[in-house]
T-cell receptor
Framework: KQEVTQIPAALSVPEGENLVLNCSFT??????LQWFRQDPGKGLTSLLL?????REQTSGRLNASLDKSSGRSTLYIAASQPGDSATYLC???????????FGEGTQLTVNP | NAGVTQTPKFQVLKTGQSMTLQCAQD?????MYWYRQDPGMGLRLIYY???????DKGEVPNGYNVSRLNKREFSLRLESAAPSQTSVYFC???????????FGPGTRLTVL
């Protein structure tokens, strides 16, 4: 059974710092991996989706990498801002027709 | 374009009561999903509907039923609510092809 783990569970940083969030998964035979953002009391918003054949995806200050062989993905946030404060979740999909398996998320606080 | 909408936003039930959570999307998406989110457990799939007229069990279907009323609407019913069903429920939808799921704002359910 696929398991997804995110470390750390919570992270607090000063504004302007570059930071890395980690996601690991137990079964490397994945179809794709997604990073989501969840604001308090709100639903999830997709940030980046990496197909299994890709190594990374970028959107603005966000960069997500994927290393299937080691079962790891990282989300890099450059020049963090207080507006980046949220919970970040990663989710993997094992085949094109399968469901998403989510990690528990990393709660990020960026202090002004 | 409202995206994915859910009603109600909050609900308190007594053990044994029944209720239906409503979800609608206006993006002409084929697939729709119901998740629950619990502390320490992450998001878990309850049921999904790959297309209008079809529904399938997810990871935690016991105690729930669903109806894909039409392409827009996917409802989740609790026939006899239990305290273990206290959770935040999210509906999501996805267009066939692009893999990103779009989430609603959630329903916060408490069963006393």
């Amino acid at each position: 059974k696929q398991e997804v783990t995110q470390i750390p569970a919570a992270l607090s940083v000063p504004e302007g710092e570059n930071l890395v969030l980690n996601c690991s998964f137990t079964d490397s035979a994945i179809y794709n991996l997604q990073w989501f953002r969840q604001d308090p009391g709100k639903g999830l918003t997709s940030l980046l989706l990496i197909q299994s054949s890709q190594r990374e995806q970028t959107s603005g200050r966000l960069n997500a990498s994927l290393d299937k062989s080691s079962g790891r993905s990282t989300l890099y946030i450059a020049a963090s801002q207080p507006g980046d404060s949220a919970t970040y979740l990663c989710a993997v999909k094992e085949t094109s027709g399968s469901r998403l398996t989510f990690g528990e998320g990393t709660q990020l606080t960026v202090n002004p | 374009n409202a995206g994915v909408t859910q009603t109600p936003k909050f609900q308190v039930l007594k053990t044994g009561q029944s209720m239906t959570l409503q979800c609608a999307q206006d993006m002409n998406h084929n697939s729709m999903y119901w998740y629950r989110q619990d502390p320490g457990m992450g998001l878990r799939l309850i049921y999904y509907s790959a297309s209008e007229g079809t529904t399938d069990k997810g990871e935690v279907p016991n105690g729930y039923n669903v109806s894909r009323l039409n392409k827009r609407e996917f409802s989740l019913r609790l026939e006899s609510a239990a305290p273990s069903q206290t959770s935040v429920y999210f509906c999501a939808s996805r267009l066939q092809g692009p893999d990103t799921q779009y989430f609603g704002p959630g329903t916060r359910l408490t069963v006393l």
